[in-house]
């Protein structure tokens, strides 16, 4: 059974900073593209990174460059988020999202999320 | 970067059927097959119910289907039910190696 148990996330002031992991499990995690996505309270998803396989290639929106960094270590089966420079607006729940090439790169598991608030 | 446009919202009566739209640009939508579809109940993490455009995981009902033209693709629910009260969301790869997601819709079962 697939599982993706992200943590780190909690209360942070404007301007901290927070790394975020996901331990993945029931499936071999260096043959996928992962990603980050966040949902901010009452409002719809948000694509924000992704990393290969093997780490070569990494993608973000313009959003998060230079503030958020995505991370892998295949050994620990775990994904990471280092989240720099933030926002109020960056408050959401973050959930770390495999790419399955059989489902043509869609995400098909997700784990339970993490939640990040931003405030003073 | 913007968002793939969604309605906010559409409703139907049970049994009924709805369309839901999403539109990009030849840059996301346009350019590529890897549009997927999400549903997603309130409190609960998303639920992939099309990839690849117009492909069903198994364990989704047939009810659900989808299609691309152009610069926008379409997800249809067919002999509407309670349960598919959710909200759903289209995700689009990007020419710039990026991927994203729609708005959002807001499904209300009537």
């Known amino acids: 059974e697939v599982q993706l148990v992200e943590s780190g996330g909690g209360l942070v002031q404007p301007g901290g900073s927070l790394r975020l992991s996901c331990a993945a499990s029931?499936?071999?995690?260096?043959?996928?593209?992962m990603s980050w996505v966040r949902q901010a309270p009452g409002r719809g998803l948000e694509w924000l990174a992704n990393?290969?396989?093997?780490?070569?290639?990494?993608y973000s929106v313009d959003s998060v460059k230079g503030r958020f960094t995505i991370s892998r270590d295949n050994a620990k089966s775990s994904l990471y988020l280092q989240m720099n420079s933030l926002r109020a607006e960056d408050t959401a729940v973050y959930y770390c999202?495999?790419?399955?090439?059989?489902?043509?790169?869609?995400?098909?598991?997700w784990g339970q999320g993490t939640l990040v608030t931003v405030s003073s | 970067q913007s968002a793939l446009t969604q309605p906010a919202s559409v409703s139907g009566s049970p049994g009924q059927s709805i369309t839901i739209s999403c539109t990009g640009t030849?840059?996301?939508?346009?350019?590529?097959?890897?549009v997927s579809w999400y549903q997603q109940h309130p409190g609960t993490a998303p639920k992939l119910i099309i990839y690849?455009?117009?492909h069903r995981p198994s364990g989704v009902p047939d009810r659900f289907s989808a299609s691309k033209s152009g610069n926008t693709a379409t997800l249809t629910i067919s002999g509407l039910q309670a349960e598919d009260e959710a909200d759903y969301y289209c995700?689009?790869?990007?020419?710039?190696?990026?991927?994203?997601f729609g708005g959002g819709t807001k499904l209300t079962v009537l």
């Open positions: 999202t495999p790419q399955d090439a059989g489902y043509s790169y869609g995400h098909p598991y």
């Open positions: 029931g499936f071999t995690f260096s043959d996928y593209w």
């Open positions: 990393i290969k396989q093997d780490g070569s290639e990494r």
């Open positions: 030849s840059s996301d939508v346009g350019g590529y097959d890897y």
């Open positions: 690849a455009v117009t």
């Open positions: 995700n689009s790869r990007t020419n710039s190696g990026t991927w994203v």
